[in-house]
């Protein structure tokens, strides 16, 4: 991103009454209730919030068409894009959705600004919905600055091209290439003028991932561009569109920053956790039993296990554990039974599923932003 200030009319008898509220009070025991509706936002620095914890921000800042967001449960789609600008330059605005602050807004309990040095880790996730008659990027921005800022610009953006569609480049020259979160990008590095860009493109379009993002803070250290005295003040993710954009969707997000000491280079983060993942498949379908282990010294409380589902499974019904989305990067969390984990002890969950093509286990399980070995 390259942000710019940004009961009915009459009573019919005590009895009658009594009835209708007992009818009322069984309903809603029983049934499930209708979700909240979706909002839409169409001012041009607007923003709502999702999940309880992420802002959402139309963050129309390069030209002066029409644009809307419109915030789901779980992330948001660009249901109005108008116009375009050259691909030679800025593209016209970065619709998207943050942890953290960004010009005087931060979102709802966010630990950040955190300085690098006391950030053990800050896994996130995500899922993206494309389309294809548009020009635009699908990226992470993740603001570093010297200072704790909540409002202005920051020292140096860190941007992660997770999608490329058209002929557009990010700022400056390519350096070279790095292997980061185990996977290989092309590295950028340059200047808008008023802050220093160091981006990371994918080869080739990544749908959903879940990852590490002080892996990509250390390159900004280890590349002279931070220090791990500075502060990571937000971690966005969303699209920049030159042309067109309505239809792009964020489907799901999270991000979370754990503190724990060593920061960028240091020894914080240590594997505290083992998970066992089972499975019972038929075709078309298949039940899943997770343990997660804390093998750790202190006690996990709130405890939330990130895995990604592979390509074409879905889950359908979960037990033991809340767990969202239903596809792509998910979460599972405990229940009020089940919130903690002792040092030495574990949780069971599992869940049910359906899936296409070649049955896959997830690659990898993270357990609070910790990365958990395989029992």
């Known amino acids: 991103m390259r942000p710019l200030p940004h009961l009915p009319r009459a009573v019919r008898g005590a009895l009658g009454a009594l009835v209708t509220a007992f009818a009322t009070i069984a309903a809603l025991s029983t049934a499930t209730l209708p979700a909240q509706a979706d909002t839409t936002v169409c001012e041009q620095f607007g923003s709502t919030v999702v999940q309880g914890r992420y802002v959402v921000q139309n963050n129309r800042w ?47 309990g966010t630990a950040l600004p955190a300085q690098l040095s006391s ?27 010297p200072a704790p800022r909540t409002d202005g610009v920051n020292r140096t953006e860190i941007m992660i091209w997770f999608n490329k569609v058209g002929p557009i480049q990010p700022i400056g020259t390519q350096v070279g290439t790095a292997t980061v979160g185990g996977r290989t990008w092309q590295v950028w590095s340059g200047s808008n003028g008023a802050n220093d860009v ?15 993002v002080m892996d990509f803070v250390r390159q900004a250290v280890t590349r002279g561009l931070a220090q791990n005295n500075w502060y990571l003040t937000s971690v966005q993710a969303g699209f920049e569109p030159w042309q067109n954009g309505t239809g792009l969707t964020v489907n ?14 240091g020894p914080g983060g240590g594997t505290a956790c083992e998970v066992a993942y089972t499975t019972n498949v038929w075709q078309g379908g298949f039940t899943a039993n997770v343990t997660a282990t804390n093998t750790g010294s202190a006690p996990l409380d709130g405890w939330r296990l ?8 879905s889950i359908t019904s979960a037990w033991n554990a809340s767990v969202s989305p239903s596809s792509g990067p998910v979460t599972a969390s405990g229940l009020t039974h089940n919130a903690s984990i002792s040092p030495g002890g574990s949780q069971t969950f599992g869940f ?3 899936y296409g093509g070649a049955f896959a286990a997830p690659g990898g399980f993270s357990l609070n932003g910790t990365a958990c070995t395989r029992a």
């Not at 799901?252 to 280079?265: I, L, R």
């Open 62 to 108: 390069g030209t002066n068409e029409p644009q809307c967001v419109t915030a789901t449960d779980a992330g948001f789609r660009v249901s109005r894009a108008d116009g375009s600008v050259p691909t030679n330059g800025a593209p016209k605005s970065y619709p998207s959705l943050f942890n953290g602050c960004h010009y005087t807004k931060c979102s709802p």
């Open 352 to 354: 049910q599923g359906t």
């Open 119 to 145: 950030i053990s880790s800050a896994p996130s996730s995500i899922s993206y919905g494309y389309v294809g008659d548009a020009v635009y990027n699908a990226s992470y921005d993740i603001w570093l600055d």
């Open 252 to 265: 799901s997000f999270s991000s979370t920053v754990n503190a724990g000491g060593g920061g960028p280079g």
């Open 198 to 212: 160091l981006s990371f493109v994918a080869p080739s379009a990544i749908g959903s991932w879940s990852f590490d």
């Open 306 to 313: 990130a895995f990604t589902l592979p390509s074409g499974q």
